[in-house]
């Protein structure tokens, strides 16, 4: 359809009665002012003459670089008179309409009931507002080879504002819901609401960028020992798995599973880095490493990124859950063997978990 617009001829529109009653500089502009400014269809035909200024644009050496256009609107629906900018092309459009427009007695605007000097007026009227509807909406789509109706319902002089406010709200770098309200004139986000509706393909970035899933899991280190599942020992309960704390390894084959897995509790299925079955098992060759992902609660979470005294207040909260071994870490804290796990953290910067 912008397309459609941008090369809109005077043979594109049917004439009425064998003639045609506006001129290409006319119907071009009054296409792009559809195309391009978002304004309802009172909005456009009480467009006056003047509505388009041009300013500068300056970057930080204060050279010009570009020119912004201006569209100044009248008393609209919902509102009083206000300025949006537009693109160039159709500032350029409304110019060279103006150039070449005849001169016109002032109109009555039909809001206000002040006489103004109507942008798209012809023989002393107005363009008539079913003109976009009838004629020029319906030659556009012929022109761009679409149909004058969707899954949406018929094409009509609406359907260019929803869509603009809906793609300026869905931009790379999308307008927010208050400058989207300015740019349409509306007297409350409320009513913005209603157009700036989120396009599947940025909802799906907006959860890509806030990355749920990689927030909530975390990789850990895996030592397959594939010696011991090869002679068959692993059926018979020998460990052949170890998950790697940084600290020590966990031997628990359900490790995921286990309540204590990012802040151990040292039961019978740890094996600490220092001890020298572990120096043992980091010395055979025969050793496979592979990385596992696994979901983590907020505790969890906050034990990983937030040190030791995270992981002591997940421990406290765990006192009395039993480990996989059977005895809590209560009753673990009690042997004589026990080392506090803050003692094994603090030589890793307070992580619990590689």
Not at 228 to 242: D, E, F, L, R
Not at 276 to 300: K, S, V
């Amino acid at each position: 359809m912008l397309w459609a617009g941008l090369h809109l001829e005077t043979a594109d529109v049917p004439a009425s009665g064998g003639t045609r009653f506006y001129s290409v500089e006319l119907i071009r502009a009054l296409a792009l002012t559809w195309l391009f400014a978002g304004l309802r269809s009172d909005e456009i035909s009480r467009l006056r003459v003047g509505c388009v200024r041009w300013q500068p644009n300056h970057d930080v050496s204060n050279v010009t670089v570009d020119v912004v256009c201006f569209l100044d609107v009248p008393v609209h629906k919902t509102g009083t008179p206000f300025t949006k900018p537009v693109d160039p092309l159709l500032g350029r459009a409304i110019v060279e309409w103006e150039r070449v427009r005849p001169d016109q007695p002032l109109l009555a605007d039909p809001r206000t009931g002040e006489l103004v000097p109507l942008l798209f007026a012809v023989r002393a009227k107005r363009v008539a507002k079913a003109y976009l509807n009838l004629a020029l909406i319906p030659a556009l789509c012929r022109k761009a080879g679409v149909p004058e109706a969707d899954a949406r319902g018929r094409i009509t002089s609406h359907r260019a504002r929803s869509t603009i406010a809906s793609q300026l709200y869905n931009a790379k770098e999308p307008m927010t819901l208050f400058e989207l309200q300015a740019w349409l004139g509306h007297r409350s986000p409320q009513s913005t609401q209603y157009y700036a509706r989120i396009t599947p393909t940025t909802l799906a970035k907006a959860y890509s960028d806030a990355g749920y899933f990689g927030r909530n899991v975390r990789t850990i280190e895996v030592l397959l020992d594939r010696e011991t599942v090869q002679s068959g020992a692993a059926a018979n309960g020998t460990p052949w798995q170890y998950f790697d704390l940084g600290h020590g390894y966990c031997t628990y084959s359900f490790f995921e599973q286990c309540p204590h897995r990012m802040a151990c509790a040292r039961c019978d299925f740890y094996l600490p880095k220092d001890s020298t079955q572990a120096q043992l098992l980091e010395a055979r060759g025969n050793l496979q490493q592979m990385l596992a992902r696994i979901p983590l609660t907020d505790e969890e979470r906050a034990a990983v990124e937030d040190g030791t005294e995270a992981v002591e207040c997940l421990l406290q909260r765990l006192t009395d859950v039993p480990t996989p071994a059977g005895p809590t870490p209560r009753q673990l804290a009690q042997s004589a063997n026990f080392i506090p796990l803050a003692s094994l953290t603090s030589s890793t910067g307070g992580t619990p978990l590689c």
